[in-house]
Protein backbone atom coordinates (compact mmCIF):
# COMPACT_ATOMS: atom_id res chain seq x y z
CA UNK A 1 0.00 0.00 0.00
CA UNK A 2 2.87 2.75 0.96
CA UNK A 3 4.03 2.59 -3.40
CA UNK A 4 0.31 3.25 -4.54
CA UNK A 5 -0.16 6.43 -1.66
CA UNK A 6 3.84 7.37 -2.84
CA UNK A 7 2.35 7.47 -6.87
CA UNK A 8 -0.93 9.02 -6.27
CA UNK A 9 0.83 12.07 -4.18
CA UNK A 10 3.36 11.96 -6.62
CA UNK A 11 0.07 12.02 -9.76
CA UNK A 12 -1.40 15.11 -7.17
CA UNK A 13 1.78 16.79 -7.50
CA UNK A 14 2.82 16.72 -10.88
CA UNK A 15 5.76 14.33 -10.26
CA UNK A 16 6.65 12.11 -12.69
CA UNK A 17 8.89 9.82 -10.67
CA UNK A 18 11.20 8.95 -7.67
CA UNK A 19 14.01 7.33 -6.77
CA UNK A 20 13.32 4.22 -3.61
CA UNK A 21 16.42 3.89 -1.63
CA UNK A 22 16.61 0.24 0.26
CA UNK A 23 15.57 1.03 3.29
CA UNK A 24 18.11 -0.10 6.07
CA UNK A 25 16.08 -2.20 8.15
CA UNK A 26 15.56 -4.30 4.52
CA UNK A 27 19.14 -4.70 4.85
CA UNK A 28 19.96 -7.18 1.81
CA UNK A 29 16.34 -8.59 0.69
CA UNK A 30 15.55 -6.18 -2.21
CA UNK A 31 12.50 -8.08 -2.94
CA UNK A 32 9.61 -4.82 -1.40
CA UNK A 33 11.84 -2.11 -3.56
CA UNK A 34 11.88 -4.79 -6.56
CA UNK A 35 8.07 -5.24 -6.12
CA UNK A 36 7.19 -1.64 -5.95
CA UNK A 37 9.87 -0.80 -8.98
CA UNK A 38 7.61 -3.59 -11.20
CA UNK A 39 4.11 -2.40 -9.92
CA UNK A 40 4.85 0.98 -10.76
CA UNK A 41 7.06 1.20 -13.73
CA UNK A 42 8.37 3.39 -15.11
CA UNK A 43 7.36 5.89 -12.69
CA UNK A 44 9.60 4.19 -9.68
CA UNK A 45 13.39 3.39 -9.85
CA UNK A 46 15.33 1.88 -6.90
CA UNK A 47 18.53 2.28 -5.61
CA UNK A 48 19.99 -0.90 -3.75
CA UNK A 49 22.19 -1.81 -0.82
CA UNK A 50 25.11 -4.29 -1.88
CA UNK A 51 26.93 -6.47 0.69
CA UNK A 52 30.88 -5.11 1.15
CA UNK A 53 31.72 -7.77 3.25
CA UNK A 54 31.10 -10.31 0.46
CA UNK A 55 34.34 -11.36 -1.95
CA UNK A 56 34.45 -8.85 -4.68
CA UNK A 57 33.56 -11.50 -7.32
CA UNK A 58 30.57 -11.76 -5.43
CA UNK A 59 29.62 -8.48 -4.84
CA UNK A 60 30.11 -7.59 -8.68
CA UNK A 61 27.58 -10.41 -9.27
CA UNK A 62 24.93 -9.22 -7.09
CA UNK A 63 25.73 -5.50 -8.46
CA UNK A 64 24.92 -7.04 -12.13
CA UNK A 65 22.09 -9.55 -11.15
CA UNK A 66 20.30 -6.59 -9.33
CA UNK A 67 20.87 -3.75 -12.67
CA UNK A 68 19.15 -6.89 -14.70
CA UNK A 69 16.23 -6.56 -11.83
CA UNK A 70 15.56 -2.97 -13.02
CA UNK A 71 17.80 -1.25 -10.08
CA UNK A 72 19.00 1.94 -11.23
CA UNK A 73 21.65 3.00 -8.33
CA UNK A 74 23.51 1.26 -5.43
CA UNK A 75 24.66 2.51 -2.22
CA UNK A 76 27.44 1.53 -0.38
CA UNK A 77 27.08 2.04 3.56
CA UNK A 78 30.77 2.43 5.07
CA UNK A 79 29.45 0.66 8.42
CA UNK A 80 28.58 -2.67 6.51
CA UNK A 81 32.48 -3.18 5.24
CA UNK A 82 34.24 -6.12 6.53
CA UNK A 83 35.95 -5.38 10.24
CA UNK A 84 38.54 -2.47 9.59
CA UNK A 85 38.35 -2.26 5.92
CA UNK A 86 37.62 1.37 3.90
CA UNK A 87 34.62 1.35 1.23
CA UNK A 88 37.90 1.48 -1.08
CA UNK A 89 38.73 -2.22 -0.58
CA UNK A 90 38.77 -4.60 -3.12
CA UNK A 91 35.22 -5.80 -2.49
CA UNK A 92 34.13 -1.63 -2.63
CA UNK A 93 36.25 -1.46 -6.21
CA UNK A 94 34.77 -4.24 -7.19
CA UNK A 95 31.40 -2.69 -6.62
CA UNK A 96 32.43 0.70 -7.77
CA UNK A 97 33.45 -0.83 -10.99
CA UNK A 98 30.84 -2.95 -11.71
CA UNK A 99 27.89 -0.35 -11.36
CA UNK A 100 30.86 2.30 -13.26
CA UNK A 101 30.20 -0.66 -16.65
CA UNK A 102 26.90 0.29 -16.17
CA UNK A 103 26.35 3.58 -15.59
CA UNK A 104 24.50 3.16 -12.16
CA UNK A 105 25.32 5.82 -10.03
CA UNK A 106 27.20 4.75 -6.49
CA UNK A 107 25.77 6.71 -3.78
CA UNK A 108 27.66 6.84 -0.04
CA UNK A 109 26.15 7.21 3.04
CA UNK A 110 28.80 9.02 4.98
CA UNK A 111 29.16 10.68 8.02
CA UNK A 112 31.18 13.95 9.04
CA UNK A 113 33.80 12.68 6.37
CA UNK A 114 36.33 10.74 8.04
CA UNK A 115 35.95 8.98 4.39
CA UNK A 116 37.14 11.95 2.65
CA UNK A 117 40.31 9.89 0.62
CA UNK A 118 38.08 7.10 0.71
CA UNK A 119 35.48 8.89 -1.62
CA UNK A 120 38.44 10.68 -3.51
CA UNK A 121 39.95 7.24 -4.49
CA UNK A 122 36.38 6.39 -5.80
CA UNK A 123 36.08 9.62 -7.54
CA UNK A 124 39.31 9.34 -9.17
CA UNK A 125 39.26 5.79 -9.83
CA UNK A 126 36.10 5.79 -12.28
CA UNK A 127 35.49 9.50 -13.13
CA UNK A 128 32.78 9.39 -15.58
CA UNK A 129 30.27 7.60 -13.29
CA UNK A 130 28.40 9.69 -10.68
CA UNK A 131 29.04 9.66 -7.06
CA UNK A 132 26.39 10.79 -5.24
CA UNK A 133 27.45 11.54 -1.25
CA UNK A 134 24.88 11.15 1.48
CA UNK A 135 24.11 12.86 5.17
CA UNK A 136 27.93 14.43 3.97
CA UNK A 137 28.10 16.88 7.05
CA UNK A 138 25.93 15.32 9.42
CA UNK A 139 27.36 15.27 12.58
CA UNK A 140 28.26 18.43 12.79
CA UNK A 141 26.05 21.30 14.09
CA UNK A 142 27.48 23.60 16.78
CA UNK A 143 26.33 23.47 20.09
CA UNK A 144 24.05 26.98 20.71
Known amino acids: GMSER ?3 AMAAAGVDGAL ?12 YVA ?9 LAGSTLVDLS ?8 EVARLHN ?3 SGVRIKP ?3 APGQPITCETGL ?17 GVAPERDQL ?10 PLVIEHFGSGTRKAA
Do not use: K
Open 94 to 110: AVARACAERRMPVSVLT
Open 35 to 43: RCMADHTPR
Open 54 to 61: LNPEAAAA
Open 120 to 129: VRLATAFPTN
Open 6 to 8: LVT
Open 69 to 71: AGF
Open 79 to 81: ALC
Open 20 to 31: IVQPRYHGFDHS
